[in-house]
């Protein structure tokens, strides 16, 4: 992880396109996702949101609103991982992408049994 994290920060700065610059701000965030180092992938995962968002990457917007979903869940922040999860939902539910629907509800469901609240429940 060291060596990918060394090369990502050396290719950030010198990468021009923003669908690489996204994805490179996304896989540094799960990085430090891992290494629970939370507020250095919020920052990566709002990085990578605002460029996909920028180039219209619905599908990336997609995997950047579940990521902000699982980062507030570790954080116990469970309305805001809920908010995530639906706006992740509510795009994945448009571009009928079955494979991130089923991510999205897992997590979901997953939050559920966590909280073990049921204002939490899956919005269809």
């Known amino acids: 992880r060291e060596e990918c994290l060394a090369l990502i920060n050396k290719l950030l700065p010198q990468t021009d396109n923003t669908l690489y610059r996204a994805a490179l701000y996304t896989f540094r965030g799960g990085i430090n996702f891992d ?30 609103y579940n990521r902000l979903g699982l980062l507030n869940h570790a954080l116990e922040n469970y309305p805001e991982a809920l908010k995530y999860f639906n706006l992740a939902l509510e795009m994945a539910l448009k571009s009928h992408n079955e494979r991130d629907l089923g991510v999205i509800y897992l997590n979901m469901g997953n939050l559920y049994q966590k909280t073990k609240h049921f ?6």
């Open 35 to 64: 290494r629970s180092n939370y507020d250095a992938a919020a920052t990566d995962y709002y990085n990578s949101l605002k460029l996909y968002k920028k180039i219209n990457s619905n599908a990336n917007v997609v995997i950047a």
């Open 119 to 124: 204002f939490f429940t899956i919005k269809t």
